[in-house]
């Protein structure tokens, strides 16, 4: 396949990016135990951490490698070439560590003051209740999908904001994982290993200042002390939460080709006159076009990246007319991976379905990558659709 140029990266991402390649062995060795278990387990959680996987996109100044976003892509896709589940838990970790640097200064000497290495997870969706008394709110509520939550210190909750007039709008509000209570129901298809479960809360109090407008932070007004100062904290909000999430899914397919190459030698089509799978047309036309859908899903990581990138190293914030476009690089991407992992899934045949099979793994690991709200491709084409015909939108969150 046709390799894209990545741009010169820095010490700490080539080293990261190294670490990772290394990972990818005990990664795959650790895959059957890691569905099973609904985990990607203790040990390969705390090696992702105690390596600074977690904390890619954390401020230098509370112990973080503040790696550019493009950098942070091509790491996390590399994990999941080893693991799709720890890539995704890694992604969420990263995000959500990020946004919590955009609060005031306030919220992050809470959040970075703990000795322990901090690790954010979240569950943005407004599900929760606030009620307001004096110095903050009280939050209560229920949360399902909580990626990552099993090896947090720190968590993000959605709610609509009670004092908001007509409009409430929601709000993302910073709880520490000592006031939650984890339901473990996370039982699914694919990316099993993420422990996902729900999570709940019953009237734990959150100060102001540990509150955040996402609708503000999506036209760029971030209350972090040191927004001005950092490129990768001017970021483009929405953009910067649903990219990582593309990088399980081309992880995936990307190991689903390997996997497959390894494979093809020593197969045949039963009931044909193919001995050797390799000589047929139609496994040949597969294979290419399942490769360069994956260069395609490529390409639209790495612009996706770059724009982010070359939009926070500037003075201005990241026009509207991008970040619709952003949007639809990752459904585009997405959309792109579930094509290609479709195509070498459909090569398998009967040996294709067995349990101890790597590649229906991945295979479902890459449909599952498709279901999240922030990531589905039909809604990123509506959005991108919609700005271009000048029609008016289906959220605000751009």
Known sequence: MTQVIAPTRSPRASELLELAQALKTDLRAHNEQTEADRWIGDELSRRLNDGGFYRMLAPERFGGAELTLRETLEILTTIAEGCPSAAWVAGIHNAAIWLGSLYPLAAQEELFGDPTPTVVSGTLAPLGTLTPVPGGYRISGKWGFASGVLDATWMLLGAPRPDAGDNPGPV???????????????????????????????????????????????????????????????????????????????????????????????????????????????????????????????????????????????????????????????????????????????????????????????????????????????????????????????????
């Open 172 to 398: 993302f509000a910073l709880v520490p994982m000592t006031s939650i209570k984890i339901h473990k129901d996370w039982d699914t298809m694919g990316l099993a290993g993420t422990g996902s479960h729900s999570v709940e809360v019953k009237d734990v109090f959150v100060p102001e200042y540990r509150i955040i407008d996402p609708v503000a932070a999506s036209a760029g007004e971030y209350p972090s002390e040191y927004a001005s100062e950092v490129p990768l904290y001017r970021a483009a909000f929405l953009p910067v939460l649903s990219a990582v999430l593309v990088c399980p899914a081309l992880g995936g397919t990307k190991r689903m080709l390997e996997e497959y190459l390894k494979q093809v030698p020593n197969r045949r089509i039963a009931y044909t006159i193919y001995e050797k799978a390799a000589e047929s047309v139609v496994t040949q036309t597969r294979l290419a076009e399942a490769a360069m859908l994956i260069d395609e899903a490529q390409f639209h990581q790495d612009r996706l990246g770059d724009d982010i990138d070359k939009w926070a190293a500037g003075t201005d914030y990241m026009p509207e007319s991008l970040r619709v476009r952003a949007r639809m690089d990752i459904g585009r991407a997405l959309d792109l991976c579930r094509d290609a992992a479709n195509l070498i899934f459909s090569l398998g045949g009967g040996s294709g379905i067995a349990r101890t099979n790597p590649v229906q793994r991945l295979f479902r690991d890459v449909q599952a990558s498709n279901s999240h709200p922030l990531q589905m491709a039909t809604v990123q084409y509506e959005v991108y659709g919609r700005h271009m015909l000048g029609q008016p939108q289906i959220t605000s969150f751009i």
